[in-house]
């Protein structure tokens, strides 16, 4: 790891001797760096949050005040987060620029309700914090000096520490972050920044980060929290960790978020039940389009759903287009079975109902004599 004060003395002393630039200062061959060994990259939260930027984003008052809270008091106290995380401990530097005094005593009151009063002394909090291009990266320089081991660092909004500007481009959001990017990068820790997403949806979750891809662009991570009808999610991608889904549910009465597996299992289990559910409380068998309105589903997700759950055997179908609960299932007779005879046929095969039909009235009589063994 690069020393943080070797690293700004350096840059101090070029300035002070007034050196030119060489490019080649900072070159190497490929022979060269197939020699070189490197540590390996260290995390906040081992396998979501490496060292390096990270943008945090989602909708306003969703709750990533909450989790990046919980994540600083885990790693400053040796907790366990997101439901079972175990970061490394070390020194938070936590920059709450929407919140005040009050707020955080609330906040960190639900999340460390088991500490028996003995908040971490490792965590260091402010509600105030200098503009990015007005001294605020040199302050976080300076605070990573002073800690023993810092850890992470995050500001909570990008809004409360970004530059000021009366144009917007690509260009303008990279270097917004640049500085942070190169101290995170440099000295080896992480820096949070939270950050709010459009209302607009995309099929990238990185579109919906507000702004220009220059954000997304200088990050090395980005992490979304979005909410839709199948529940919420934490998306993330990044140059050091794997792309990855996760689902999240939240604990209002701790007021913290736990990752309870990959999103597209974790999600079609839950559609899957509501389907159960939906099914269990009708009636009559329901179709898709039934099904959908019920459960406030899409119905092209249930009828994807449908057909896996009839080669699992966890719904049954009726007739054509309309499924029920197994335990649902009337016991057959002669009625219901011509009646599913003539529901239930398509194709080529539709010519041959009505002889089917009759088929069934004709055997209708023998199924009430013992010897014949009955249909049921």
Same mark, same amino acid.
């Given at each position: 790891?690069?020393?943080?004060?070797?690293?700004?003395?350096?840059?101090?002393?070029?300035?002070?001797?007034?050196?030119?630039?060489?490019?080649?200062?900072?070159?190497?061959?490929?022979?060269?760096?197939?020699?070189?060994?490197?540590?390996?990259?260290?995390?906040?939260?081992?396998?979501?949050?490496?060292?390096?930027?990270?943008?945090?984003?989602?909708?306003?008052?969703?709750?990533?005040?909450?989790?990046?809270?919980?994540?600083?008091?885990?790693?400053?106290?040796?907790?366990?987060?997101?439901?079972?995380?175990?970061?490394?401990?070390?020194?938070?530097?936590?920059?709450?620029?929407?919140?005040?005094?009050?707020?955080?005593?609330?906040?960190?009151?639900?999340?460390?309700?088991?500490?028996?009063?003995?908040?971490?002394?490792?965590?260091?909090?402010?509600?105030?914090?200098?503009?990015?291009?007005?001294?605020?990266?040199?302050?976080?320089?300076?605070?990573?000096?002073?800690?023993?081991?810092?850890?992470?660092?995050?500001?909570?909004?990008?809004?409360?520490?970004?530059?000021?500007?009366?144009?917007?481009?690509?260009?303008?959001?990279?270097?917004?972050?640049?500085?942070?990017?190169?101290?995170?990068?440099?000295?080896?820790?992480?820096?949070?920044?939270?950050?709010?997403?459009?209302?607009?949806?995309?099929?990238?979750?990185? !579109?919906?980060?507000?702004?220009?891809?220059?954000?997304?662009?200088?990050?090395?991570?980005?992490?979304?929290?979005?909410?839709?009808?199948?529940?919420?999610?934490?998306?993330?991608?990044?140059? !050091?960790?794997?792309?990855?889904?996760?689902?999240?549910?939240?604990?209002?009465?701790?007021?913290?978020?736990?990752?309870?597996?990959?999103?597209?299992?974790?999600?079609?289990?839950?559609?899957?039940?509501?389907?159960?559910?939906?099914?269990?409380?009708?009636?009559?068998?329901?179709?898709?389009?039934?099904?959908?309105?019920?459960?406030?589903?899409?119905?092209?997700?249930?009828?994807?759903?449908?057909?896996?759950?009839?080669?699992?055997?966890?719904?049954?179908?009726?007739?054509?287009?309309?499924?029920?609960?197994?335990?649902?299932?009337?016991?057959?007779?002669?009625?219901?079975?011509?009646?599913?005879?003539?529901?239930?046929?398509?194709?080529?095969?539709?010519?041959?109902?009505?002889?089917?039909?009759?088929?069934?009235?004709?055997?209708?009589?023998?199924?009430?004599?013992?010897?014949?063994?009955?249909?049921?």
């Amino acid at each position: 790891m690069i020393d943080i004060d070797d690293v700004f003395a350096g840059k101090a002393d070029l300035r002070r001797e007034g050196k030119q630039h060489d490019w080649r200062a900072g070159t190497f061959t490929a022979a060269a760096l197939q020699q070189m060994r490197f540590p390996e990259a260290k995390y906040a939260v081992p396998g979501l949050i490496p060292e390096g930027l990270t943008i945090l984003a989602g909708r306003p008052k969703l709750g990533k005040s909450w989790m990046a809270f919980e994540i600083a008091a885990a790693i400053s106290a040796n907790r366990i987060c997101l439901g079972s995380y175990e970061p490394e401990q070390g020194d938070v530097l936590y920059a709450a620029m929407e919140d005040n005094p009050r707020r955080l005593q609330r906040r960190l009151d639900k999340i460390l309700p088991a500490l028996n009063g003995a908040w971490p002394d490792r965590l260091t909090l402010t509600t105030s914090w200098r503009r990015l291009d007005k001294g605020g990266v040199d302050d976080i320089a300076e605070w990573a000096r002073n800690a023993g081991n810092p850890r992470l660092v995050i500001l909570d909004t990008l809004a409360g520490v970004k530059p000021i500007r009366t144009q917007q481009g690509y260009e303008l959001d990279y270097a917004a972050l640049e500085g942070l990017h190169r101290l995170a990068n440099d000295i080896g820790m992480a820096i949070v920044v939270l950050h709010h997403t459009r209302k607009m949806e995309a099929e990238d979750p990185l !579109d919906t980060v507000s702004g220009t891809l220059g954000l997304a662009g200088c990050a090395d991570t980005i992490m979304v929290i979005a909410r839709n009808s199948q529940g919420t999610t934490l998306y993330i991608r990044g140059r !050091d960790v794997e792309e990855a889904e996760h689902a999240l549910t939240f604990d209002k009465a701790s007021c913290r978020w736990a990752i309870v597996g990959a999103a597209a299992e974790v999600h079609r289990s839950e559609q899957r039940g509501a389907i159960l559910a939906a099914l269990e409380s009708s009636d009559e068998p329901m179709g898709p389009q039934d099904i959908a309105a019920a459960t406030r589903q899409p119905v092209t997700n249930i009828k994807f759903l449908l057909h896996k759950m009839m080669e699992a055997g966890e719904v049954e179908k009726e007739a054509r287009g309309r499924y029920l609960h197994p335990r649902k299932r009337k016991p057959q007779t002669p009625a219901n079975l011509a009646n599913s005879l003539t529901l239930d046929r398509e194709g080529p095969e539709t010519k041959d109902i009505n002889t089917k039909v009759s088929e069934v009235a004709r055997l209708a009589p023998l199924a009430e004599q013992p010897e014949f063994g009955g249909l049921s």
